[in-house]
């Protein structure tokens, strides 16, 4: 069977589990009582990063590091740009500015995750604390550190439009059925994320293309699949904190997977073998989340030309950080 064929039915198994898994994610947290944007933030976005960590766990172990670095730094980039998209569809207000303040929280948190892993790409050191690299493991803590903080700070309501609420919790299906529908969404992922990182890799060679280019493109385009089906469904239903904390929050959990790549990998710090293309993705991500926190933060509710001038500024930048990674990459 041709490679792109791999590719093509291996990635609609993992979007079509990976809504499955989303789906069924935010229906646990509506049914056990957790909400808003902690749940977003942390267990949705979970959820919907499964195919990030599964994928990379199967590229590193057959030798494919820059395919699972540049899946990571591409999904944040990614996801912000699906942000950038749902802001632009929903025409009767900048939703990025009616989001709860703690969402800031979760944006600042990504920004410094991908900066520990941009600087330990930059330091290309051989340092190992415990059998990491001193990166993934200061990722690692920082991210347990921010969700402590995130969970302390998650107080503050959620904004939904009216009824939104009630309308989708009286569509979800019950517990039981959420959590046997996550788990077999979950095998289905783990199966299929090992086909997908494969035949990727084979891709990357037969184009005369960076492994890490195909990573950030073509395998975390795939990836953030679930993450834009579970954030349009939100912004559709008036949820938007559900659509942003689930789409930084991912970001968050996409950086923290480097720990457990590293870990796959073997003694040796993981991101000092990634090329200079991926540095300038995890520079992009950082740069798109802060575009992202300054929207959330500038409550104008200005537009030009029926746009919303900060989701035409992430696609923008977003577009340029592809162009030059893969200047960087050749």
Known sequence: MPPWLIFLLSAVAVVLAGSRLSRDGDTIAERTGLGGAWVGSILVAGATSLPELATGIFAVRAGGVDLAVGDIFGSCMGNLMILAVADLSVRRTAFLSRVAANQVLVGVLGMILLGIAAAGIVA???????????????????????????????????????????????????????????????????????????????????????????????????????????????????????????????????VAILFVHDWVDGPLPLLSKVGPGLLVGALFAIILTGQAVLGIVNRSERRIWYLEPDAVFLLLTYFAGLYLAYLAGH
Do not use: K
């Open 124 to 254: 290309h050191l051989n340092l190992v604390v415990f059998g990491w690299g001193w990166a993934p493991l200061a990722i690692a803590g920082t991210y347990v550190l921010g969700m402590r903080l995130l969970h302390v700070n998650r107080g503050q309501p959620a904004f939904e439009e009216p009824g939104a609420a009630e309308e989708r919790h009286e569509a979800d299906p019950s517990l039981r059925t959420a959590i046997l529908g996550f788990v077999g969404a979950a095998v289905l992922i783990l199966i299929a994320a090992r086909f997908l990182a494969s035949s990727a890799a084979t891709l990357a060679e037969q184009l005369g293309i960076s492994g890490g280019f195909v990573g950030m493109v073509l395998v975390a385009l795939t990836t953030s699949l679930p993450e834009a089906t579970v954030s349009v469904a939100a912004v559709r239903s008036g949820s938007y904190d559900l659509a942003v904390g689930n789409l930084l929050g991912s970001n968050c959990f996409n």
